[in-house]
């Protein structure tokens, strides 16, 4: 069996034999004027040689991005959604294409990382009316034998509205028992771990897409979905990735399966958050974080509420700090995150206090929440909780 760290190495070596130099792997932080919070892809650094900048580094690159996106908040919890997780990466700057990508990917997946053929599953841009079938995709996949699900939305990537993009093809693992069932689209459990994305258009303002002027490869793998299925855990918190969080957490604090998920989920990425140098605050980044302290405390009091971050051992700092190669102090990044939850709890007896007043015993409307807010500083998701018995 491989372990993460194994993982890591097979994957860039495979790529360092096929002439790719690695890329150091960047902070959650984006470059100076990106108008993005947090870094989401493994391609968000490289954006402006996808555009046509040369790399100094050459045209085959490979690397591990860690990566932070919100858009899943509501996911975490379920057995793959993380809000901090690691991209491993490759890229083509205008060099080779998708057949090349996609021979590469199915000979890593079954020879490099011995993943039965038989448990594979892809899936091909099927078109649309401003892009027809991605047919090299199509004709690759078919040559190597592998079942082929063709859809439209899914297998389209963009980094935001506007920007490049172009179609995908992504390749599935099937982590049910017996014979695979179904398709991707049809049945949860084939599930995603690595897309190849052809970087061939800039998506305009008006919607209309224009060609790069070098067409690009940009592949994602995810470290944790890959460890799941190769160590054949059911979620990727029962990997070696989360060890020690799941051997203390669940000693130290009794929650459901889904809590004690977010819990280790939002303590571990607010964790490496700080790391890259960002403190809570009231907007930006800093309220990213924030929100993530805040919705841990508020699901670790909902039970008890002289349970308290200072319980957490340094033990689950040193080994996230180590594992993402952070050089903040462990001391430090334990301070802030204790210094917020007095900050929330603080501002937890406070509302409690306003909104006690008879003003507020009846449905609240804007005007209220702007009251609040704006004089109180009690954010209107805060003074919904608040209104909320279990807080």
Excluded: A
């Excluded at 650094?45 to 490979?62: A, D, K, M, N, Q």
């Excluded at 901090?84 to 000979?107: A, C, I, K």
Aim: glycine share 10%; charged share 25%; hydrophobic share 35%.
């Amino acid at each position: 069996m491989q372990t993460n760290g194994t993982i890591s190495r097979t994957f860039i070596d495979f790529f360092l034999d096929r002439d790719h130099v690695p890329t150091t792997g960047s902070t959650l932080i984006p470059r100076l004027g990106d108008p993005v919070l947090f870094t989401t892809s493994g391609m968000h650094p490289l954006t402006p040689y996808l555009e046509g900048e040369p790399h100094p580094l050459g045209r085959r690159l490979v690397g591990i991005q860690r990566c932070l996106r919100t858009t899943d908040l509501d996911e975490v919890g379920d057995p793959t959604h993380l809000t901090v997780f690691e991209m491993l990466g490759s890229w083509s700057l205008g060099d080779y294409g998708s057949g090349q990508t996609l021979r590469w990917g199915y000979e890593l997946m079954t020879q490099g990382f011995g993943i039965d053929p038989s448990r594979l599953y892809v899936t091909v841009f099927g078109g649309d009316g401003q892009v027809p079938i991605d047919q090299e995709s199509l004709r690759t996949w078919q040559e190597l034998g592998l079942p082929i699900e063709l859809t439209t939305d899914d297998n389209w990537w963009s980094n935001g509205p506007t920007g490049p993009c172009g179609p995908d093809s992504e390749i599935f693992v099937w982590t049910g028992e017996g014979d695979p069932e179904g398709t991707p689209s049809t049945d949860k459990r084939w599930v995603e771990v690595w897309n190849h994305v052809m970087m061939r258009y800039r998506r305009l303002d008006d919607g209309s897409l224009e060609p790069l002027q070098q067409q690009n490869i940009d592949t994602g793998l995810g470290l944790e979905r890959l460890t799941m299925l190769l160590e054949g855990k059911d979620s990727v918190y029962e990997t070696s990735l989360f060890e020690p969080w799941m051997r203390i957490v669940p000693e130290l604090w009794r929650l459901d399966e889904q809590s004690q998920r977010i819990v280790i989920d939002h303590l571990r990425s607010s964790i490496v958050i700080v790391g890259d140098g960002v403190y809570p605050s009231n907007t930006g980044r800093g309220y990213v974080l924030r929100r993530l302290i805040r919705r841990v405390l508020t699901l670790l009091w909902r039970d008890d509420d002289s349970r308290t971050l200072s319980d957490l051992p340094m033990e689950l700092f040193e080994h996230t700090l180590r594992h993402f190669h952070q050089g903040e102090t462990v001391t430090l990044v334990r301070r802030i995150l204790i210094d917020e939850e007095i900050r929330f709890s603080n501002l937890l007896d406070r509302g409690r206090k306003v909104l006690s007043h008879d003003r507020f015993h009846k449905s609240l409307d804007d005007t209220d929440y702007e009251y609040l807010h704006e004089t109180h500083g009690l954010p209107r998701e805060l003074v919904d909780s608040l209104l909320q018995p279990s807080l």
